[in-house]
């Protein structure tokens, strides 16, 4: 069967709603252009925000611990990096993200959105040239086979949104946790995008929030844990030679 790209997703902002481009053009060593390349950095964190680098996730606002921010769609333009927040269908706040004045509108509309807490209100951080706000410090892409999601489900026995792992490439037509199998070896995707595969993906709780409701209705990572014995789904990889992704380009496995 042939294996393909069902989805591209990137989270413009981390911790918000993905957007799903139909393609992507990435470059060797980089991540998803516009991919976790802002962040909400609460009151408390030791984030510079005027300088802001890479960081750990606790350092921002996110969904192991914001479940709210489930609630919240997106749409983003990349042209204009202009980001409207939605939430149940209707535009709540719109900005764009490059502009400091834009950020200060989302910025309001998120603290009045957000519970109270010791945290405070949030700030919108940028990324430096390069980085982004991944939960690890290199510049990695993440591959989620929905055959693997499936498979989760039957331990779970009940619906799993593919969602809820935040991949940004979605693929189908291999068979569940084929996907480990090309750790430390080199996928190809269409016409000669190389990713090299470097290691499963561990889950934390934020994959216990339903991304269409906001409530923490799983343990996703204690399934994982006793139905195969680990924490893993999902695998990064890195770009080695770069080039246009689409939905639908066909990938071609280790040899």
């Known amino acids: 069967m042939t294996i393909t790209i069902a989805d591209i997703c990137r989270y413009p902002v981390k911790g918000l709603a993905a957007d799903h481009p139909s393609s992507v053009t990435v470059a060797a060593g980089e991540v998803i252009p516009f991919d976790r390349r802002f962040a909400l950095a609460h009151a408390s964190s030791r984030v510079d925000k005027a300088q802001p680098d890479w960081a750990q996730k606790n350092e921002f606002l996110m969904l192991a611990r914001d479940e709210k921010l489930a609630q919240l769609g997106i749409e983003f333009d990349e ?123 561990g889950r934390c709780a934020a994959t216990n929030v339903d991304p269409a409701t906001g409530q923490r209705d799983l343990n996703i990572p204690l399934t994982l844990r006793k139905g195969f014995g680990h924490t893993n789904c999902g695998v990064y990889a890195k770009v080695k030679s770069g080039g246009t992704i689409s939905t639908g380009d066909t990938i071609t496995e280790p040899a």
């Not at 940004?168 to 090299?196: C, F, M």
């Open 79 to 201: 042209e204009t990096a202009d980001l409207m927040i939605t939430r149940k269908g209707r535009s709540v706040s719109r900005g764009v993200l490059t502009s400091q004045t834009g950020r200060n509108v989302l910025q309001t509309f998120l603290a009045a959105f957000m519970p109270d807490g010791p945290r405070g209100k949030p700030v919108i951080v940028e990324s430096p040239e390069g980085k982004s706000f991944s939960d690890v410090p290199s510049n990695f892409i993440s591959i989620i086979n929905l055959a693997t999601v499936k498979d989760i489900e039957r331990v779970v026995r009940e619906p799993v949104d593919p969602m809820r792992f935040r991949g940004n490439l979605y693929v189908e037509g291999l068979p569940a946790w084929r996907e480990t199998s090309w750790v430390g070896q080199d996928i190809s995707i269409g016409n000669g995008v190389v990713l090299q595969v470097l290691e499963p993906i």
